[in-house]
T-cell receptor, first 113, second 113 residues
Framework: QQQVKQSPQSLIVQKGGISIINCAYE??????FPWYQQFPGKGPALLIA?????SEKKEGRFTISFNKSAKQFSLHIMDSQPGDSATYFC????????????FGTGTRLTVIP | NAGVTQTPKFQVLKTGQSMTLQCAQD?????MYWYRQDPGMGLRLIYY???????DKGEVPNGYNVSRLNKREFSLRLESAAPSQTSVYFC????????????FGPGTRLTVT
């Protein structure tokens, strides 16, 4: 059973547009929600992360929005660029047993010039 | 600083053969992890080692064994490979037990025929 549900599976966005990827979870013990970016042939790399005590975190063009009551969080990429084309994974972990990151199934983002 | 390195990059095995995937990190991290990545499944934790001398099962440990050889190295062994173990394997490390940011290696693409 997938602990973190991610959508959409793939996304095509024009250069300069906004890319939005959504994730949902059920486990209320989750207290850390990172997003990882993966380019073809490479390992995932941490992009941005949020804890549930804040509703939004912004780093450059990347923003995580977090809705604790709905148990949902999303990644927004503003002014999307062709270099942002990659697969994005959301993940979650709980404080107890935090060695286990539960990943979503991934979203392949393509930004068209 | 190489970060997390993995060998080999690619491997083809016949069903029933055995092999060991090697992983090393030079960041003096305490915790290390093995994941497998399958299309549509995201990344799933196979085994982890919270610190030198300890190992624990993750979400999908069946068919695998691990050895934390020292603080730097964490190997994954397939004793009798099966086609269901065809996957991309990633090793990761983090700087303390429960630390949230995990650093990933470049992966090993394994095909079992």
């Amino acid at each position: 059973q997938q602990q973190v549900k991610q959508s959409p599976q793939s996304l095509i966005v024009q250069k300069g547009g906004i890319s939005i990827i959504n994730c949902a979870y059920e486990n209320t013990a989750f207290d850390y929600f990172p997003w990882y970016q993966q380019f073809p042939g490479k390992g995932p790399a941490l992009l941005i992360a949020i804890r549930p005590d804040v509703s939004e975190k912004k780093e450059g063009r990347f923003t995580i929005s977090f809705n604790k009551s709905a148990k949902q969080f999303s990644l927004h990429i503003m002014d999307s660029q062709p270099g942002d084309s990659a697969t994005y994974f959301c993940a979650a972990s709980e404080k107890a047993g935090a060695n286990n990151l539960f990943f979503g199934t991934g979203t392949r983002l393509t930004v068209i010039p | 600083n190489a970060g997390v390195t993995q060998t080999p990059k690619f491997q083809v095995l016949k069903t029933g053969q055995s092999m060991t995937l090697q992983c090393a990190q030079d960041m003096n991290h305490n915790s290390m992890y093995w994941y497998r990545q399958d299309p549509g499944m995201g990344l799933r934790l196979i085994y982890y080692s919270a610190s030198e001398g300890t190992t624990d099962k993750g979400e999908v440990p069946n068919g695998y064994n691990v050895s934390r050889l020292n603080k730097r190295e964490f190997s994954l062994r397939l004793e009798s490979a099966a086609p269901s173990q065809t996957s991309v394997y990633f090793c990761a490390s983090s700087d303390r037990q429960g630390a949230r940011e995990q650093y990933f290696g470049p992966g090993t693409r394994l095909t079992v025929t």
